[in-house]
């Protein structure tokens, strides 16, 4: 058995401060301002090409497969936006970039990013149980098959992961801590999405929206806590966004709405964004470790 030492920390993310306290100041002296401009510009160019790409499918007349693809660049528009700002600094470009090669690091936390979904879903359905009376359906697709894709597509998650975790959340962390960042960054993601709630052949038409901006924003700040205890490990991130992508069908939802502004949504919903909730208080809660990079096997 090889023993585990800590790894050579990869160049620092800005910002890196305990987990519920204030990040130190980084160079940059308006964090806040920066963030909103990079923020309104993802904005701004990925909501262009999501219709841009609805209007070019109603002219062929695209099926619902069509459709999904054509939506697929404006996905990417948080990495295109973040090298766009990052190289105008040689020292943000480098950063930005050793953070997507930073896999180095211990496997349990890419261990905990393949199955934290497919947990949150298990633990739900097992109080829809308790507190409902029965079983939810469970999906048809055995988990294995989940897994996989979520390894065949974790690299795709770097669209929205180079910006959102690479970019944003240590901008954010150079005036908050870590969960506040991640709380504030998750509300800005969950609202990126809207257009895809309404755009036909989009996979969120007919989802309720409350329900989705309090799972995303309470995944957010999970994902902050463990960038920070990985020392800003990207390829982490990034499974673990696959693997939320891939797993949430373990469990289905279900329950499409006509009024996606309501609270109306099915109790295996509510109870899938309550334990995100509480993992993110758990989360929030962990002392900061004396060193929180992450660590190798050698």
């Known amino acids: ?26 160079p940059r002296s308006q964090p806040l301002a920066g963030f909103a401009v990079y923020a309104a510009a993802v904005f701004v160019v990925a909501w262009i090409l999501w219709y841009a790409a609805d209007l070019v499918s109603r002219q062929l ?31 943000d470009a480098r950063s930005l970039l050793a953070s997507v090669t930073h896999w180095n690091v211990r496997l349990g936390w890419y261990a905990f990013a393949l199955v934290f979904m497919a947990g949150v879903k298990l633990l739900a359905a097992s109080a829809h149980r308790i507190l409902v009376g029965s079983w939810p359906e469970f999906g048809t697709v055995p988990l294995v098959l989940m897994f996989g894709a979520a390894l065949i597509s974790a690299p795709f998650q770097v669209g929205e992961e180079l910006g959102w975790r690479g970019y944003a959340l240590p901008l954010l962390m150079k005036r ?38 309090i799972s995303v924003t309470a995944l957010s700040v999970v994902m902050a806590v463990v960038w920070h205890r990985t020392g800003g490990s990207l390829p982490v991130l990034m499974l673990m966004h696959a693997a939320v992508n891939n797993t949430t069908g373990v469990v289905p939802a279900g329950g499409l709405v006509a009024d996606q502004f309501s609270l109306q949504a099915t109790p295996m919903a509510w109870l899938t964004a309550g334990i995100l909730s509480s993992a993110a208080v758990v989360a929030a809660a962990l002392p900061s470790p004396a060193n929180a990079r992450g660590a190798t096997m050698s």
Do not use: C, N
């Open 1 to 26: 058995m090889k023993r585990a030492v800590i790894a050579e920390p990869a160049p620092a993310p800005p910002g890196t401060a305990g987990v519920a306290g204030k990040a130190t100041e980084g």
């Open 61 to 91: 007349g695209a099926g619902f497969g069509v459709r999904s693809i054509l939506y697929l660049p404006g996905t990417f528009a948080p990495a295109m936006v973040a090298l766009a700002f990052a190289f105008r600094r040689v020292s």
């Open 176 to 213: 908050f801590g870590v969960a506040a960042a991640g709380l504030l960054l998750g509300l800005v993601w969950a609202l990126w999405h809207l257009p895809l709630f309404f755009l036909p052949g989009a996979d969120m038409v007919g989802q309720p929206l409350p329900v989705f901006v």
